[in-house]
């Protein structure tokens, strides 16, 4: 899946914005622009810190409440990792729309991967049970190789 031109997403957005009866103010339209500058994940105060080093001033609450109706519109994803919300944008450059998660424990890095294996034995699973798929959201957590190699050096 491509990522959709910039004015696309925009007008997704606006959309949503419209018919929840809110308006696109400057600081929605910053956000928006920002995530999409943003490859994989990120937590609400990595915006945060983004826009205050670069001398934009949102809010935390702002943020926040873009980022639900992002998630509201498909624009963006949210995923919990270690108990922690992250978001990553929906719209993924090709080869990469689908994906699962790797999820260090120590140090929560979040390694991406597509397994086509996984994928299929899913599909088996649900026929198996006579379950009809309609998304899912597979996360494995463990250590990571340096977390790993810092561990056996203690």
Avoid: W
Wanted: net charge negative; glycine share 6%; with cysteine.
């Amino acid at each position: 899946m491509k990522v959709p031109p910039a004015g696309e997403e925009e007008a997704q957005f606006r959309a949503l914005l419209r018919h929840e009866g809110l308006r696109m103010t400057p600081e929605r339209s910053v956000i928006l622009s920002e995530i999409f500058k943003i490859e994989g994940h990120f937590q609400p105060d990595d915006l945060l810190v983004r826009f205050r080093t670069n001398g934009v001033r949102i809010s935390r609450a702002t943020i926040y409440r873009t980022l639900d109706l992002l998630v509201s519109c498909g624009l963006v994803r949210r995923e919990t990792f270690a108990g922690d919300a992250h978001y990553e944008r929906a719209h993924h450059v090709e080869g990469h729309a689908h994906h699962d998660h790797l999820v260090c424990t120590s140090c929560g890095a979040i390694f991406e991967f597509y397994n086509s294996e996984i994928e299929r034995l899913q599909e088996v699973v649900c026929r198996e049970f006579d379950f009809e798929l309609q998304g899912h959201s597979h996360q494995i957590s463990g250590l990571c190789a340096d977390c790993r190699r810092r561990a056996a050096v203690v």
